[in-house]
């Protein structure tokens, strides 16, 4: 890769002039040490015509690439935000710990109102607010590094959870299923691998050839630009429809399972997701298709005793009637852009975590598998 030009997020834009070899991208990851060190990402925005990364060396530039998802998935945000925290922390203008531990919570802060729905960016924050608590006696240097630490377990974490959620999603897959997805819940949306996606890359390593339905998802077409790009480059077999020929598919018996991604579940099973999914499940219900989720437990949120009380982010306008420069609604329209919605538990046959598949999906099989600390931890 080379430095292309200088960007206003901060050090620099790196591009490839090609897509990436399968599997070849880093998502998000820091560069450097903890004192010096930046955040790096692929700037999702210019996919997939441009594979270009930017670098991030300021709060305000990590809250802005989460803002325009630049860096975008629940996983994702939430590495992208434990990063921000160092670079927040390093901030404070004194090498008192106190000092640092405020200048992370000011970042930290900031960084909660970049996006509203998925919780991984909260409870990656907690995690380093708890970190900096753990190390309060340090000096700067080992506290910066305990923190960079810290944001790098819950970057490692993320690409295990995706591996053993593609191992569980797999054995759900046979030969040669159509399976629908919808968004990106990739790579692009994780440390790594992805976690709706695991389940389709580890069944076609397996050798059962899935044949992927890919909606391209309006407005932001994160199914078309992102997925179709990581499949294609992945050698994976799929076909890219629009949102709205969900159930013509279904209909023509093309389609043997669904799998998606998520940005919040509620204690009972209750799934936020990019808007959307909520109508492609019942879709699947009406053609007696199975529904699932893919998502580590990092995406619960037990605090909810149901998906009612899911933050839903509301987006700009513009992306309906200008998505991606070109006008195609009259001027003066009324624009409703919710970003997520959310699937009742019923409409879902299993929920796929790194423990385990959830099914039933209720608030006692949640409980069961989410509700108490993975074995090991
Ligand atoms: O608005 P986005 O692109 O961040 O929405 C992403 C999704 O809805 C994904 O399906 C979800 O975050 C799961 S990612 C593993």
Redesign the pocket.
């Known amino acids: 890769m080379t430095i292309v030009r200088d960007g206003d997020t901060a050090g620099g834009l790196r591009e490839e002039a090609a897509p990436s070899a399968p599997g070849s991208f880093r998502t998000v990851y820091w560069v450097g040490d903890a004192v010096a060190g930046r955040l790096r990402m692929i700037d999702?925005t210019l996919l997939p015509n441009r594979c270009v990364e930017i670098d991030c060396e300021d709060v305000e530039s990590v809250w802005g690439a989460i803002k325009r998802?630049s860096v975008?998935?629940?996983?994702?945000?939430g590495v992208a935000a434990a990063f921000g925290a160092v670079i927040g922390a390093r901030t404070a203008d004194s090498d008192d710990p106190a000092a640092i531990r405020e200048a992370l919570r000011t970042a930290a802060a900031h960084l909660r109102t970049s996006?509203p729905?998925?919780v991984?960016l909260f409870w990656a924050l907690d995690r380093m607010e708890a970190a900096a608590d753990a190390a309060i006696r340090e000096p700067r240097g080992p506290l910066l590094d305990r923190l960079l630490d810290e944001a790098r377990a819950i970057a490692e974490e993320d690409r295990a959870m995706?591996r053993a959620i593609g191992r569980f999603g797999a054995e759900l897959i046979d030969e040669g299923d159509g399976v629908l997805t919808?968004?990106?819940?990739?790579g692009l949306?994780?440390a790594d691998y992805?976690?709706?996606?695991a389940v389709i890359f580890t069944a076609h390593e397996l050798g059962k050839a899935p044949r992927v339905f890919a909606d391209e998802?309006r407005p932001?077409l994160?199914g078309a630009r992102?997925t179709a790009w990581e499949l294609v480059n992945r050698g994976v077999d799929v076909t890219l429809i629009c949102d709205n020929m969900a159930a013509q598919v279904m209909k023509e018996g093309k389609i043997r399972k669904v799998v998606?991604?998520?940005?919040r579940i509620a204690a009972n099973g209750d799934a936020?997701?990019?808007?959307g999914?909520y109508g492609v499940a019942l879709l699947a219900k009406a053609h007696g298709v199975p529904f699932y989720v893919?998502?580590?437990s990092s995406?619960f949120d037990l605090t909810l005793a149901d998906g009612s009380g899911i933050p839903i982010?509301e987006?700009d306008p513009r992306e309906v009637t200008e998505g991606f420069g070109l006008r195609t609604a009259p001027e003066g329209v009324a624009v409703y852009n919710p970003?997520?919605d959310v699937t009742p538990a019923e409409l879902i046959a299993g929920i796929i975590t790194e423990r385990g598949v959830i099914s039933p999906v209720d608030a006692a099989s949640v409980r069961a598998m989410i509700g108490k600390p993975a074995a090991g931890s």
């Open positions: 999702q998802l975008r998935g629940a996983p994702a945000i996006r729905t998925a991984n995706c919808h968004c990106n819940a990739g949306a994780t992805g976690t709706a996606l998802t932001l994160q992102l998606v991604g998520a940005d936020a997701n990019k808007i999914t893919a998502a580590p995406t982010e987006r970003a997520f």
